[in-house]
């Protein structure tokens, strides 16, 4: 499933734009891949509950303009605390509501110094309109796959 939306693709230029104007080459964007394959640098399986949780996180530097990745052993995750280093832990959680399902969505970041915190705060600052329109049109992207694939179902008495 591939998130498009004109805002999501002007909202990613706009974060590559100090890299164009710095002369230096801006990487093919990456997906993150939520089942086994290669998936983003840093991005890890925080585990699953089947059928109902997706628990996924990240390390990384998020507030320089090429945001740096560090790949950390998913055992090691929760107690990482090297400074310097922000993490995100994300999860979709699936449960019955009112005749149909609702999914919900969490990504708490925490940083792992005072220094990072208010890199992290300043960057935030300035990305957290473009990051809850992503997240809002990736909740209507899997709705509607959802949807689909409900139609697809054969009627059940």
Known sequence: MTIRAPLLDAAMWVRGLPVRLGRRSVPPLAQLYL???VGLPGWLSLGEQAGRELAFGAVGKFWKLTIEWRD???ADFAAFADPGWGK????FTIQPSGGG???TYECPTATTDPVSRR???RYWWLIRPFAAYIMR?????IGAH???LQAQLPATR
Do not use: D, K, Y
């Not at 995100?88 to 999860?91: D, K, R």
């Not at 049109?137 to 992207?141: D, S």
């Open 35 to 37: 089942a086994q394959g």
């Open 72 to 74: 950390v052993p998913e």
């Open 88 to 91: 995100i832990a994300c999860n």
């Open 101 to 103: 399902t609702l999914l």
């Open 119 to 121: 890199r992290f705060a």
């Open 137 to 141: 049109a990736a909740l209507r992207t």
């Open 146 to 148: 959802a949807a689909r």
